[in-house]
């Protein structure tokens, strides 16, 4: 029996519960599987650590009734008295991304756009988490849409990191990374454009990785599969066997992505056994001084290296081969057309809304690329009054500054004619000079 886990069937003392607490996910599944634990013991220990920590950090959001997953919980303790588990994460309560869908939750992905927008459905990683036999008992907090390093939105509030609570917990797995720092969930989700599985993850001191594009497939139900693969889903944990063990579950080949590899997530639920004999490692350093960095970060990853060659690995230094400005503009103009694409979509059926983000105008200035995705398609809609009642446009405090909502009776007014008109003529520009652009500012009080 592992220190600290009651047998199951028994209420556990405070020290015993701490005990549980502390239990890395691979000997926590191990614990509930032997039932030397149950998985009420493991909801209540976790329920009560939120309820104790998460207030200071704001890590999870959006959290679930007790009683409602205390019931959840002795359902997968009853299915082990039949000798029968889900898998590894039986028994695991998980608090999901909150860009990521779970059916019946709310997803706003911390906008207040969306605010009240429920899911219908369970995104394609979070099924496979839940058929692993996860609980989920809420949601960990992001910056809004996703866009962004540091983890704060309209809606929910900041999270904070809880090494230093003056400090950035990063972003957009913000909450999630503070959430295993604190030990709020065994494991947790996350997903990765820029960093976001990376940068949270080594702020707050636990793991992250950023899968290889098609290891866990992208959300079927989200559409496109081939443009919209700038970023991915993958997962997180305190040791990297736990970031492997979940990397297993949420991996795997499915049909309705073609993109997704074609294999299991088998693999990387056998035991590791790192080797670094024959290993080549590629090390591009700062970019030839383009990537600023801290005093000693880059002597600490040099020694590590050094490390990785007396255990045999070959360790090479390499330049890009590209311009790191125009690496850099290209991505911005990717992620641009990605979002101006992607985001009316998200919008509650028939809502159509503009973004107006000076990032996005700046960048048609500049002719470094569109202003917004589907122009033709949004201009015809507004044009035709296809909208529901007219909403004044709100000022968000926010990256995303500037949005526009749009009725029937507004759609009639020459000014909102005319933003119609102008739209449709910069459908046609990417990598231009639009000209003027309006002032955000003159389109006030429009319904």
Known sequence: ???????????????????????????????????????????????????????????????????????QADQRDAMLARGRSMGWMHGFPMAIKELSAVAGLPLSLGSPLLAGQIAAHDSLMVARMKAAGGIVIGKSNVPEFGLGSHTYNPVFGTTLNPWDTARSAGGSSGGAAVS?????????????????????????????????????????????????????????????????????????????????????????????????????????????GHLPFEPGILPLCEAALRRFETLGAHVEPLALGYSCDEVWQTWLTWRRWLDGHGLPLLVPRRWLYFNYAYQMVQAALTGQ???????????????????????????????????????????????????????????KATRETIGEVPDPDTVDNID
């Open 180 to 288: 295993l720092a604190l030990r709020l969930q065994p494991v947790a989700d996350g997903s990765d454009m820029m960093g976001s599985l990376r940068n949270p993850a080594a702020w707050n001191n636990v793991f992250g990785l950023r899968p290889s594009l098609g290891r866990v497939p992208t959300n079927p139900h989200a559409g496109d599969g081939y443009v919209a693969l700038l970023g991915t889903e993958g997962p997180m944990g305190r040791s990297v066997r736990d970031v492997a063990m979940l990397l297993s579950v949420q991996a795997g080949h499915d049909a309705r992505q073609p993109l997704s590899i074609a294999q299991d997530g088998s693999a990387f639920a056998r035991p590791l056994r790192p080797a670094a004999r024959g290993l080549r490692v590629g090390w591009l350093a700062d970019l030839g």
């Open 1 to 71: 029996m592992q220190p600290g886990c009651g047998k199951a069937g028994r209420v556990m003392q405070a020290d015993e519960l701490t005990g549980l607490i502390e239990l890395d996910a691979c000997a926590l599944s191990g614990a509930i599987a032997r039932r030397e634990v149950s998985a009420r013991e493991v909801m209540a220990a976790c329920l009560a650590r939120i309820e104790r920590l998460n207030p200071r950090v704001n890590a999870l959001v959006g959290l679930l009734p007790h009683e409602a997953l205390l019931q």
């Open 369 to 427: 690329g569109l202003v917004l995705a589907r122009l033709p398609l949004v201009a015809e809609s507004l044009a035709n009054g296809d909208l529901i009642e007219p909403l004044p446009r709100q000022r968000l405090d926010s990256p995303m500054a500037y949005w526009l909502l749009v009725g029937p009776r507004s759609a009639q007014r020459p000014e909102i004619k005319a933003f119609c008109s102008w739209l449709l003529a910069q459908s």
